[in-house]
């Protein structure tokens, strides 16, 4: 059963701490996407990859997140150091192609909590 | 430029047919529909590309619109099943003539009661 999976599924953690969201996007897809969740904003797309490489991070906070894809089978987002605002579920993403022709299929989310 | 979605929120009964509308105001190149469950993933539902096709799957049809830069998705003889909240993202034209990023609309919330 391929599925995208996201550690951790819960994360709770004081301002200031860094955060570590890892994802296993489905085998033999090339296209990784980090999406965030909030009731205000919507769903917004971070930043994403296509075959490791980084095609767009124009959605991320430059100055406190980072996102990576060290191999085929693992892509991070970091925030350093978090703050209250950054609460929200974030949801990684994994598809074949280009975002025009690409069913997303999305992992369960983790969802943050900064107190 | 996130594209609106309306209405934000609908009441059905088993059984009847909704309409959920998603417009941009930029020229689209694509549609993407998800639909998502309280507390679970969105789950994909179709992909609508220019050129003013219509796709279907099971009852759930969606058209699109390039003209009007708009794309509809039709439930029809909703279930319990399709409750959630349906999401819109949409690709625009660049001036590049490349496409932009996919962006969501804030969601239309379904509830299908019996």
């Known amino acids: 059963d391929a599925r995208v999976t996201q550690t951790p599924r819960h994360k709770v953690t004081e301002m200031g701490q860094e955060v570590t969201m890892r994802c296993q996007p489905i085998l033999g897809h090339n296209t990784v996407f980090w999406y965030r969740q909030t009731m205000m904003q919507g769903l917004e797309l971070l930043a994403y990859?296509?075959?490791?490489?980084?095609?767009?991070d124009s959605g991320m906070p430059k100055d406190r997140f980072s996102a990576e894809m060290p191999d085929a089978t693992l892509a991070t987002l970091k925030i350093q150091p978090s703050e209250p605002r950054d609460s929200a579920v974030y949801f990684c993403?994994?598809?074949?192609?280009?975002?025009?022709?690409?069913?997303?299929?999305f992992g369960q989310g983790t969802r943050l909590t900064v107190v | 430029q996130q594209p609106v979605q309306s209405p934000q929120a609908v009441i059905l009964r088993e059984g009847e047919d909704a309409v959920i509308n998603c417009s941009s105001s930029?020229?689209?190149?694509?549609v993407h529909w998800y639909r998502q469950k309280h507390g679970e993933a969105p789950i994909f539902l179709m992909i609508l590309l220019k050129g003013g096709e219509q796709k279907g799957h099971d009852k759930i049809s969606a058209s699109f619109n390039e003209k009007k830069q708009q794309s509809s998705l039709y439930l029809t003889a909703s279930q319990l099943s399709y409750s959630g909240t349906y999401f819109c993202?949409?690709?625009?034209?660049?001036?590049?003539?490349?496409?932009?990023?996919?962006?969501f609309g804030t969601g239309t919330r379904l509830q299908v009661t019996l």
């Open positions: 930029k020229a689209l190149y694509s």
């Open positions: 993202g949409t690709e625009n034209w660049l001036r590049t003539g490349t496409a932009s990023k996919l962006t």
């Open positions: 993403a994994s598809g074949l192609g280009g975002t025009a022709h690409t069913e997303a299929f």
């Open positions: 990859f296509r075959n490791r490489a980084p095609l767009d």
